[in-house]
């Protein structure tokens, strides 16, 4: 596709489900980023995938959360547990390596219940 | 500890006036640098790159860098309501993961 897709752009869940959220990256592009931003606030950094390489998921808050990404493609974030606070914008990018700019997805909009 | 810094803001400019933001970075091994505009609700938009000192200008907006100060700013001149909105500054690292700052908000008043 011509941009990066996120689906679903909105999710409401009942506290303690599991949700799945998903992230096609524009073609080609080789970095993946998860991020999460919860109303008025900054993005937070949550995963970060390059390649083949090791993904860099400091970020990560808690064990509830995991993300996966498929042959360097589409990436999936799971949400296990859901918790109140999990509530927020879900945001997905993605980049070439060696330029950088990173090009956003629309966003997730979650809320648990 | 990599970091970005912006002031948080609210930053009020009058219609018309030049609007100048500001960024610092700790990572001296940094050489890609980015401006994103974020409409409140949407997702950030890339409208600036900055690889080499100096300026970089496109249309109404100019993005400077100072690798020795460890400093990048945009500039906004002749600065439109539309044009309020939150910018944040980010920066690549040496493994070229996107270091990113809190925003400023810049209002524009009429």
């Known amino acids: 596709g011509a941009g990066v897709s996120q689906s679903p752009s909105n999710k409401v869940t009942e506290k303690g489900k599991d949700v799945e959220l998903r992230c096609d990256p524009i073609s080609g592009h080789t970095a993946l980023y998860w991020y999460r931003q919860s109303l008025g606030q900054g993005l937070e950094f949550l995963i970060y995938f390059q390649g083949n390489s090791a993904p860099d998921k400091s970020g990560l808050p808690s064990d509830r959360f995991s993300a996966e990404r498929t042959g360097g493609s589409v990436s999936t974030l799971t949400i296990q547990r859901t918790q109140q606070e999990d509530s927020a914008v879900y945001l997905c990018?993605?980049?070439?390596?060696?330029?950088?700019?990173?090009?956003f997805g629309q966003g997730t909009r979650l809320t648990v219940v | 500890q990599k970091e970005v810094e912006q002031n948080s803001g609210p930053l009020s400019v009058p219609e018309g006036a030049i609007a100048s933001l500001n960024c610092t970075y700790s990572?001296?091994?940094?050489?890609?640098f980015f401006w994103y505009r974020q409409y409140s609700g949407k997702s950030p938009e890339l409208i600036m790159f900055i690889y080499s000192n100096g300026d970089k200008e496109d249309g109404r907006f100019t993005a400077q860098l100072n690798k020795a100060s460890q400093y990048v700013s945009l500039l906004i001149r002749d600065s439109q309501p539309s044009d309020s909105a939150t910018y944040l500054c980010a920066v690549n690292d040496s493994n070229y993961q996107l270091i990113w700052g809190a925003g400023t908000k810049l209002i524009i008043k009429p």
């Open positions: 990018a993605s980049s070439f390596r060696d330029k950088g700019e990173a090009f």
């Open positions: 990572d001296r091994g940094s050489q890609s």
